[in-house]
T-cell receptor, first 113, second 115 residues
């Protein structure tokens, strides 16, 4: 089983739609969680952190369910510019020091007119 | 402010040649990471450094891969000899501090093609 699993998509949605991505992680010791966005042929960039209480940033809402080891990202009123690949990222402290980010393979979103 | 700087942006070389990828992290960032991204496997962590010291190299695929960080502002990832299956985008990233979780800032990547 992969450490971080995502539906690869693509999700093709019309402009203005609401779309949700899910992500599951296998290691219950994981400590922090993020969503990154990656545009075609570009580097990944942090979209938002994910907190246990859930958090919102404009049209984007992230949720974490530790019991189910599940993370979600909701995008409301999607825009053409939201078209990208969304990477679920899990962070864990490593015995002996340091931390380790594990990236999912990403979910591709295409927003269409 | 300058971000993470990688060079070269693109590299095309023949199988068996030595390849050296370079990275300059953001000034003041104590952590430096090397990743490889392919369609099949996504983004994989190869190795990371803290204060120039390698902490975890368990992601380095095999002995053909080596990474160094001789000082706080420079790191290299070397492949010798290179093979076609090494073709991928290689990203370098840096972050400031592990005590407070900080996002990683990625460079533009090096697109490597081994013929």
């Amino acid at each position: 089983r992969k450490e971080v699993e995502q539906d690869p998509g693509p999700f093709n949605v019309p402009e203005g739609a609401t779309v949700a991505f899910n992500c599951t992680y296998s290691n219950s010791a994981s400590q922090s969680f993020f969503w990154y966005r990656q545009d075609c042929r570009k580097e990944p960039k942090l979209l938002m952190s994910v907190y246990s209480s859930g958090n919102e940033d404009g049209r984007f809402t992230a949720q974490l369910n530790r019991a189910s080891q599940y993370i979600s990202l909701l995008i409301r009123d999607s825009k053409l510019s939201d078209s990208a690949t969304y990477l679920c990222v899990v962070n864990m402290w490593i015995t002996g020091g340091g931390n380790k980010l594990t990236f999912g393979t990403g979910t591709q979103l295409k927003v269409e007119l | 402010d300058a971000g993470v700087i990688q060079s070269p942006r693109h590299e095309v070389t023949e199988m068996g040649q030595e390849v050296t990828l370079r990275c300059k992290p953001i000034s003041g960032h104590d952590y430096l990471f090397w990743y490889r991204q392919t369609m099949m496997r996504g983004l994989e962590l190869l190795i990371y450094f803290n204060n120039n010291v390698p902490i975890d190299d368990s992601g380095m695929p095999e002995d053909r891969f080596s990474a160094k960080m001789p000082n706080a502002s420079f790191s290299t990832l070397k492949i010798q000899p290179s093979e076609p299956r090494d073709s991928a985008v290689y990203f370098c990233a840096s972050s400031p501090d592990r005590v407070v979780i900080q996002p990683q800032h990625f460079g533009d990547g090096t697109r490597l093609s081994i013929l």
